[in-house]
C-alpha cells in the first residue's frame, strides 16, 4: 500500500460573478472545451466543468442567498480560484489520518456528495497555506 494519501488534481474551481462571461472566455478567448451550465441547488452553486487534457477547471456561480460562494466574493470582487480538490483513495481513511495529524475537516466531518456523484470532504484553509482543498474519492 503507498504512503501517498493524495493522487491526482481533479479539479481547480474558480468562483465568479458572471458564469456567462467566463464560460465565454474559457470558450472563445481560452479555446477550451466547456459544457453547458449545471445547477446544484444543494450545493449553493451553478457550474461549467471546463474540460483540459490532464484536468478540469469549474467554473462556480452562487446559486441561492446562502451560497458559500457569496461571501468569497465579497472578498474577491475579480473572482477568483476558490479551491482545488485532490483524489483520493479511501476518503474515511485520509480523513483519520489527517484529523490526528490536526487537519480540521469543515462541516460535520463526515464526506457528501459532490457535484461529480462522489464524496468529497473540504480541509480548512488556514491549515493549508490558505487554500480550500477539497478531497474526492474516485
Ligand atoms: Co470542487
Redesign the pocket.
Known sequence: MSDHMIGRL??V?IATHNLEQATALYRDTLGAKVSAPVSLPDHGVTVVFVELPNTKI?LLEPLGADSTIRPFLERNAAGGIH?I?YEVDDILSARDRLKAKGARVLGDGEPRI??HGKP?LFLHPKDFCGTLV?L?QV
Do not use: I
Open positions: 481533479n479539479h474551481a469549474e479551491h480538490c459532490g457535484a468529497v477539497e474526492e
